[in-house]
Nanobody
Framework: QVQLVESGGGLVQSGGSLRLSCAAS?????????MGWFRQAPGKEREFVAA????????EYADSVKGRFTISRDNARNTVHLQMNSLTPEDTAVYYC?????????????????WGQGTQVTVSS
């Protein structure tokens, strides 16, 4: 069983930045599989944000965050990060870290086997 714990959320003004972190612990094969970030805004379905392959060599982003968000990982520390710049109120959501079943990136939530509890990001206008 793997535990994923997100941190770094909060309230920020439009145009600001936040860096989310996700720490994995427990029985995890962290360095063997891809990791991803999803988000869910009030009244909306959960959506893919970003993913990174097992080695960190491949990343994938939703069109809505390309050029603003950067996903990275540190396999030695079992952590994954999401650097979010130029935030807008449309980025307001609960952000979830997820561990994939696969080594390569995927945007499909059914390819992820473990999820964190989420961290709230609120962007004020």
């Amino acid at each position: 069983q793997v535990q994923l714990v997100e941190s770094g959320g909060g309230l920020v003004q439009s145009g600001g930045s936040l860096r989310l972190s996700c720490a994995a612990s427990g029985r995890t094969t962290f360095s063997d599989v891809a990791m991803g970030w999803f988000r869910q805004a009030p009244g909306k379905e959960r959506e893919f944000v970003a993913a990174i392959s097992w080695s960190g060599g491949t990343t994938e982003y939703a069109d809505s965050v390309k050029g603003r968000f950067t996903i990275s990982r540190d396999n030695a520390r079992n952590t994954v990060h999401l650097q979010m710049n130029s935030l807008t109120p449309e980025d307001t959501a609960v952000y979830y870290c997820a561990q994939s079943k696969r080594p390569r990136t995927t945007i499909n939530d059914y390819d992820y086997r473990s999820w964190g509890q989420g961290t709230q990001v609120t962007v004020s206008s």
